[in-house]
């Protein structure tokens, strides 16, 4: 089965739009999503039923089973109402739990930010305290040119500079190396499903 919707879709991919293949690779396409959906869909329910057994027999951790049960109701409510759209006012046409999930995520990638920066900090050290050796150095020098490039200073324009420099040129090589690396093990893993040569179907 897996092989065959494989191969729907790659076929669908390479021919003309509107054409018999292309049309089975959409509805095929479609089937997926729907099945993925219910998937989701049965995920949350076991999640909710799960942490409604730890609150009813108070198991370990059962306020933290409440506070996810109370978020997921909550996230649930908001977007019933904003598909309804009852709000009024400066909230008209706004969506609330759009909003709300922007807000604790935003909230928790500047922590996580912030933590980066001493855990970076800390890593250099312990490589210096281990074994100073040239690529520890060339880390080092370059976690202290970032860091202190960020700081709003006049006498630290040509930190900022450097700093830019590094962000520009070897970050976005390396990222564009990582997204690259990534494309290919995609394309090889698609190539050992449709061959059936993946470890899942072997016999």
Do not use: C
């Not at 054409?19 to 329910?45: C, D, E, K, N, Y």
């Not at 706004?94 to 500047?110: C, D, G, M, Y």
């Not at 150095?137 to 500079?161: C, K, R, Y």
Request: negative net charge; glycine residues 8%.
């Amino acid at each position: 089965m897996v092989i065959s919707a494989g191969l729907v879709t790659v076929v669908g991919l390479l021919s003309d739009e509107g054409s018999a293949p292309a049309l089975l690779m959409t509805f095929t396409i479609q089937m997926i999503a729907v099945v993925a959906a219910i998937a989701v869909l049965i995920g949350v329910l076991n999640l909710a039923a799960v942490h409604l057994g730890r609150f009813a027999h108070a198991e370990h951790g059962w306020p933290y089973s409440v506070v996810m049960l109370f978020v997921m109701v909550a996230v649930i409510v908001l977007s019933i109402l904003d598909r309804a759209e009852i709000w009024s006012g400066e909230l008209e046409g706004e969506q609330i739990s759009l909003r709300a999930f922007e807000a604790v995520q935003v909230s928790l990638e500047s922590a996580l930010a912030a933590l980066l920066a001493f855990f970076l900090v800390f890593a250099a050290y312990r490589l210096m305290r281990r074994r100073v050796t040239v690529w520890s150095l060339v880390f080092s020098v370059t976690l202290i040119v970032v860091l202190v490039g960020w700081i709003p200073f006049e006498e630290l324009d040509v930190l900022a500079d450097v700093r830019d420099w590094l962000v520009r040129v070897p970050v976005s090589a390396g990222m564009r190396g990582l997204l690259i690396g990534v494309g290919l093990g995609t394309v090889m893993v698609g190539i050992r499903v449709l061959l059936g040569q993946d470890r899942s179907y072997k016999s």
